[in-house]
């Protein structure tokens, strides 16, 4: 079954430190896969997908499918980082998207 | 432009009570979601419209139904309340583009309470 695995559901780092965020996924075949966030009293939104290869406010995620990894890692964290942060993967066809259980990222001064 | 909008955005309902949360999109995209959010459980998906007058069920459907009443809404019946379906509950819209999966737009979330 396709799935993702977010084995973390609260991280917690200090203003400028690294962070990694990280994501697991099982797959048959060549995924898509995707980071949502949700920053607070906001809705949720696409944060980046891996086909895009691009960096979106400082985030990267590179595909490793020899770990069957889509970690998402900020080299600085700002405050304004501070939010949950979804994998996802499409399954089934029909461009339906399954999420992880999600990370509170938490970013203290 | 709005995007999607959800309706109600709180409820409170006693157990056994039925209500209709209301979803409507001004994207003309295709396809239509309804997710539910619950802690330590991500976002599963409940029902998907991939245009008008479809509807399929997804990974936790059993409690719910939907109606795709046209490109733009997308509703969500709960028939008879109970408890487990205590929840947020996001709608979502998207459209495909060739072989690739669609940005999914979402709603700003209801928040249900069975009692």
């Known amino acids: 079954a396709q799935r993702v695995t977010q084995p973390e559901k609260l991280l917690s780092v200090f203003k400028g430190a690294p962070v990694e965020l990280k994501c697991n996924y099982s797959?048959?075949?060549?995924?898509?896969l995707f980071w949502y966030v949700q920053y607070s009293r906001q809705r949720l939104q696409l944060l980046l997908r891996h086909i895009s290869r691009e960096s979106i406010k400082g985030f990267t995620a590179d595909l490793n499918k020899g770990e069957t990894s889509f970690h998402l890692k900020k080299p600085f964290a700002q405050e304004e980082d501070s939010a949950m942060y979804y994998c996802a993967l499409p399954t089934g066809g029909g461009n339906k998207l399954t999420f992880g259980t999600g990370t509170q990222l938490k970013v203290e001064l | 432009n709005a995007g999607v909008t959800q309706t109600p955005k709180f409820q409170v309902l006693k157990t056994g009570q039925s209500m209709t949360l209301q979803c409507a999109q001004d994207?003309?995209?295709?396809?239509m979601y309804w997710y539910r959010q619950d802690p330590g459980m991500g976002l599963r998906l409940i029902y998907y419209?991939?245009?008008?007058?479809?509807?399929d069920k997804g990974e936790v459907p059993n409690g719910y139904n939907v109606s795709r009443l046209n490109k733009r809404e997308f509703s969500l019946r709960l028939e008879s309340a109970a408890p487990s379906q205590t929840s947020v509950y996001f709608c979502a819209s998207s459209e495909v583009r060739g072989a690739n999966t669609g940005e999914l737009f979402f709603g700003e979330g209801s928040r249900l309470t069975v009692l």
């Open positions: 419209s991939a245009s008008e007058g479809t509807t």
């Open positions: 797959y048959s075949g060549s995924p898509e």
């Open positions: 994207m003309n995209h295709n396809s």
